[in-house]
């Protein structure tokens, strides 16, 4: 798993590649969770993720909390149909903005 985190025009636009699973999402929480402060915009592409654990939910589900908390903005990109299907199952989709494409995502945050 690679995680980049970019920062333009004021929105940071955080990049994962690979799976989320038990073994990365204590990684992946805390360099994501710390971006969500006060009136923050996070566009976070999962384009290149195949795979998420039930690890991986919580880890999104950590992310939205503290988002929320501080007021932030929060798009999850590119999401397979596997996991939007996971996710629609156990109730996580009504909790986040959801985009197909980056730039989709920058029009709405």
Not at 41 to 54: L, N, P, Q, W
């Amino acid at each position: 798993m690679e995680l980049k985190i970019n920062t333009t025009d004021k929105i940071q636009i955080v990049t994962i590649e690979g799976d989320i699973d038990s073994s990365v999402a204590s990684v992946v929480t805390d360099k994501i969770v710390p971006l969500a402060t006060a009136k923050a915009k996070i566009i976070i592409d999962m384009t290149e993720v195949a795979y998420m654990s039930s690890a991986g939910l919580r880890t999104l589900l950590s992310i939205h909390r503290q988002a929320t908390n501080n007021e932030a903005q929060l798009i999850l990109v590119g999401i397979s149909e596997d996991i939007k299907d996971t996710m629609s199952v156990t109730g996580f989709l009504n909790f986040f903005t959801i985009s197909e494409s980056l730039e989709s995502a920058k029009g709405i945050i």
